[in-house]
């Protein structure tokens, strides 16, 4: 059979970036590679707002810190006003947050959270997967909620493990690759001697440490990745 015609829709991408910088650059590295396009026309048009001022989000969750609702409800509206018809934000933890105002934004929001919940229940429908987070997404319960809604059962690690994970994304947030790649890699390993099973890495800094840690990609549930797919399924079309 020959493969599907897609072509784009018109509708245009925002995106709210800088939560982290380098999180939200491979997201956009990613999309653009999912992106069924043979030449610069034939991908959608996207507009992005890097701001690195919005207050860390697990702070806020902690109640040690400012709340970053106000910025990213602001920078989301002003993607809405520059013309933006699909949302994205490639940053779990701020979803907590997006959660008490999203049924006021004018178009539509592609859940990160959601959308990686429903690619784990995809790769393992039966026996889960393990949740790598930040200790806020933890905390707050934003996964377990979701991932009841959809069936999916998760494993979380214990305190330690989850320090681990959170040095993780504080390595990638200061472009220690090769240092985040041998934590995760230390981690994943000892998580899979408990139980084998997928990890989904839950977090936009966790990709970038599980690719840099060398274990097999089939094994892993990208947050960056199902959100990239989702924003490729919203923006193109079969051709029929």
């Not at 779990?92 to 990160?112: G, M, S």
């Not at 806020?136 to 069936?151: D, P, S, V």
């Amino acid at each position: 059979m020959s493969e599907k015609k897609m072509m784009k829709n018109g509708k245009k991408l925002g995106v709210v970036g800088g939560l982290g910088p380098a999180a939200a650059a491979e997201f956009l590295r990613q999309f653009t590679m999912r992106c069924p396009a043979n030449c610069d026309q034939e991908h959608p048009v996207v507009y992005m707002i890097g701001d690195c001022d919005i207050p860390d989000r697990g702070t806020a969750i902690f109640g040690k810190g400012e709340s970053p609702l106000p910025k990213l409800k602001a920078d989301l509206l002003q993607l809405c006003d520059m013309g933006a018809d699909v949302l994205a934000v490639p940053c779990n933890t701020a979803h907590f947050f997006i959660d008490q105002f999203a049924d006021e934004l004018p178009v539509p929001l592609l859940h990160i959270v959601d959308e990686t919940v429903k690619a784990a229940k995809e790769l393992s429908p039966e026996k889960g997967a393990w949740m790598l987070s930040t200790k806020g997404t933890r905390a707050c319960g934003l996964y377990q909620k979701y991932a009841e809604k959809r069936g999916l059962t998760l494993y979380i690690p214990n305190e330690e493990q989850s320090d681990k994970s959170q040095e993780v994304i504080n390595c990638v947030k200061a472009n220690q690759l090769a240092k985040a790649g041998a934590i995760m890699k230390e981690l994943v390993e000892e998580l899979w001697a408990e139980r084998d099973i997928p990890v989904m890495t839950a977090c936009t800094e966790l990709p970038l440490g599980y690719d840099a840690s060398g274990l097999p990609q089939e094994r892993s549930v990208s947050s960056i990745g199902a959100l990239a797919d989702a924003c490729v399924r919203a923006l193109y079309e079969e051709v029929k």
